[in-house]
C-alpha cells in the first residue's frame, strides 16, 4: 500500500524501555472502550504490525503471544499509534470475546480506586 510505513520503519519511532518493551493499551475502535493494556517488545510489535493481529511480550512466560491464541478472543488491528513521546503504543482493535483474562469484556471493570 502506497505510503504505508513498513514495521520497520515504524519501530524507529518508539522509545522502547531498558527492558526493551513498551507499554500498549488496546482499544475498541468503533466505540473508544479501553480494554486491556499488555506490554510489547520489538518483535511483537512488528507482528502486530504486519499481521494485524494483537501480539504482545508475556513477561510472565517470557515468550510472545498473540491474543487469543488460546482463548479465541482474537483482536483485529485496525490501526497503530504511539502517543507523543513514543513511549506507549495504541492499538484501536476489533475485539472478539472478551479481552481481559478473568473473561470480562475489558480489564478496566469494577475496580474504581479513586
Known amino acids: 500500500m502506497e505510503g504505508r510505513?513498513?514495521?520497520d520503519d515504524a519501530?524507529?519511532?518508539?522509545?522502547f524501555n531498558a527492558d526493551g518493551l513498551v507499554p500498549a493499551i488496546a482499544q475498541q475502535h468503533d466505540t473508544g472502550e479501553v480494554l486491556m493494556h499488555a506490554w510489547m517488545n520489538a518483535e511483537a510489535l512488528?507482528?502486530?504490525?504486519d499481521t494485524r493481529k494483537g501480539t504482545y511480550w508475556s513477561r510472565s512466560r517470557g515468550r510472545i503471544w498473540v491474543k487469543g491464541e488460546t482463548s479465541g478472543h482474537h483482536q483485529a488491528v485496525?490501526?497503530?499509534s504511539?502517543?507523543?513521546d513514543g513511549d506507549t503504543v495504541l492499538l484501536q482493535v476489533e475485539q472478539t470475546g472478551p479481552a481481559c483474562h478473568t473473561g470480562t469484556r475489558t480489564c478496566f471493570t469494577g475496580?474504581?480506586?479513586?
Open 5 to 7: 510505513q513498513t514495521s
Open 11 to 15: 519501530l524507529a519511532g518508539v522509545a
Open 46 to 49: 512488528r507482528r502486530t504490525i
Open 78 to 80: 485496525k490501526s497503530v
Open 82 to 84: 504511539i502517543d507523543c
Open 111 to 114: 475496580r474504581r480506586i479513586a
